[in-house]
């Protein structure tokens, strides 16, 4: 089974890129699933029912999010009829579901939706929470999780708990990849991936209004560059009997450059 995971897709130029290049890249690479982190997608906070279509129609076959899940109200309605997570560990009686099933002729693959607690919203203690998860799967060929969490110490944390216990773990919410992709005991790992879309300003946002914060302590609206330059980033894992035997990281810059890097394996 070969899966691709993409970063926080940011506003129109993430969503744009998508468009562009994950059609070719999924058959390229034969990918039988792709997930993507979705909580930036409509115009940088939450997702909306049309750009989710948008993307489940441009090969997205499952969504992820984090703690704007919820900042496009409307998309409430719809969580429990398509395929998007919140965190898993968001407290009783929200809406949606943590966990989502994929599956294809290669097999089933479970993905999970999971938050941190620091700088985060109020949830339920994620390392409890995804230790019970485990014990009540339903039968799967591999287990992915999106860790949406601030502090890296957080997400390596969640490795040592689970290595070897899944297939894959990816950090999502900083917006900014970090260059420590690996297999740990069979365990997929990079603590974040960072965003798709806009990379020459503040986490796919244009410059001025965190400057200007930065500058006077007075918070200014936040938008989407018009024109910017851009990113793709997605995450590829192969897995073998749930193990995770392969991994790679693709990135687009621009239209024009493209590089992959490999993982390295820690025994």
């Known amino acids: 089974m ?8 940011v506003g129109k130029p993430g969503r744009a890129l998508v468009k562009e290049y994950l059609p ?8 039988d699933f792709v997930i993507a982190n979705g909580e930036n997608v409509s115009h940088g906070f939450g997702i909306n029912r049309k750009n989710a279509k ?17 900042d496009k109200k409307e998309i409430i309605e719809y969580m429990d009829e398509m395929p998007i997570l919140r965190p898993l560990n968001y407290p009783l009686g929200v809406p949606g579901s943590g966990i989502g099933y994929l599956k294809s002729e290669k097999g089933t693959l479970a993905v999970i939706n ?4 620091y700088a985060m919203p109020q949830s339920q203690n994620v390392f409890v929470e995804i230790l019970q998860a485990l014990e009540n799967l339903e039968p799967n060929d591999g287990v992915f999780i999106d860790f949406h969490a601030e502090a890296t110490s957080e997400k390596q944390m969640l ?4 290595k070897g216990k899944v297939s894959a773990i990816v950090g999502t919410h900083t917006h900014v990849g970090t260059d420590d992709l690996q297999i740990y ?14 990379r020459d300003g503040v986490l796919g ?5 965190p400057l200007k914060r930065a500058l006077t302590g007075i918070s200014y609206p936040l938008e989407i560059p018009k024109e910017c330059k851009e990113i793709f980033q997605m995450v590829v894992f192969e897995l073998e009997e749930k193990e995770c035997i392969d991994a790679f990281k693709i990135k687009i810059y ?9 993982a390295w394996h820690e025994l």
Do not use: P
């Open 54 to 70: 948008e993307l489940l129609n441009n090969g997205v076959d499952l969504l992820t999010g984090g703690n704007h899940s919820w």
């Open 2 to 9: 070969r899966f691709g995971f993409i970063g926080d897709i």
């Open 114 to 117: 999971l938050m941190g607690h």
């Open 159 to 162: 490795l040592h708990l689970l």
């Open 205 to 209: 946002m244009a410059v001025q209004s």
């Open 185 to 198: 005991q069979k365990t997929g790992y990079l603590t974040d991936i960072g965003l798709t879309g806009c």
């Open 24 to 31: 070719r890249l999924k058959e390229e690479y034969g990918l």
């Open 254 to 262: 621009d239209k024009d450059s493209v590089f992959t890097t490999k």
